[in-house]
């Protein structure tokens, strides 16, 4: 595969973005399931999706200059952009980062474009695979979100040693 250039979409905001992802995806994605199936169009999808959030965790990385948890800390305000989401931060330290989303934009704009199916498949779910390339030492366990129907969306990042 040939090298991308570098990635410079954040500067619209990564909320604007999706929204223009999912807007293309829809059709290409209904096209798809024609001929292949929903099951096996959503496997593959979340397939690419998950390899693309794994580079872009790397690429986080190189650009914050480092991978510990306080880097990832600082670079939620990429996701927040354009008040996409309301954070409570609940703990922030150098083995543990917690917090709560309250409201989330991205939930709301798949559902008023028809997609929440595809919406856990295209945002929430690049989370792990993002945290990953970032450093694959720090573990997320999220046991609700938003845009499955929770009130609030538990993130709660910790640093695993592997000796």
Same mark, same amino acid.
Request: aromatic content about 8%.
């Given at each position: %595969?040939?090298?991308?250039?570098?990635? *410079?979409?954040?500067?619209? $905001?990564?909320?604007?973005?999706?929204?223009?992802?999912?807007?293309?995806?829809?059709?290409?994605?209904? &096209?798809?399931?024609?001929?292949?199936?929903?099951?096996?169009?959503?496997?593959?999808?979340r397939e690419v999706? %998950?390899?693309?959030?794994?580079?872009?965790?790397?690429?986080? &990385? @190189?650009?914050?200059? $480092?991978?510990?948890?306080?880097?990832?800390?600082a670079s939620l305000e990429?996701?927040?952009?354009?008040?996409?989401?309301? +954070?409570? +931060?609940?703990?922030?330290? @150098?083995?543990?980062?917690?917090?709560?989303?309250?409201?989330?934009?991205?939930?709301?704009?798949?559902? *008023?474009?028809?997609? @929440?199916?595809?919406?856990?498949?295209?945002?929430?779910?690049?989370?792990?695979?993002?945290?990953? $390339?970032?450093?694959?030492?720090? @573990?997320?366990?999220? *046991?609700?979100?938003? %845009?499955?129907?929770?009130?609030?969306?538990?993130?709660?990042?910790?640093? *695993?040693?592997?000796?």
């Amino acid at each position: %595969m040939s090298q991308l250039p570098p990635d *410079t979409l954040n500067a619209i $905001g990564v909320l604007k973005r999706r929204e223009i992802e999912a807007r293309l995806l829809k059709p290409v994605l209904e &096209a798809f399931a024609q001929e292949l199936g929903w099951e096996r169009t959503v496997a593959i999808l979340r397939e690419v999706i %998950m390899s693309i959030a794994r580079e872009q965790g790397k690429e986080l &990385a @190189e650009a914050l200059g $480092g991978c510990s948890l306080a880097h990832f800390a600082a670079s939620l305000e990429i996701w927040q952009k354009d008040d996409a989401m309301q +954070i409570e +931060i609940l703990a922030q330290n @150098e083995e543990e980062f917690s917090f709560n989303v309250l409201r989330c934009r991205y939930a709301e704009m798949y559902r *008023t474009l028809g997609m @929440e199916k595809l919406g856990n498949v295209l945002s929430c779910s690049r989370d792990r695979a993002l945290i990953e $390339g970032f450093n694959p030492e720090i @573990e997320l366990t999220r *046991t609700q979100t938003i %845009m499955d129907g929770a009130p609030f969306c538990d993130f709660r990042y910790r640093l *695993t040693r592997r000796d």
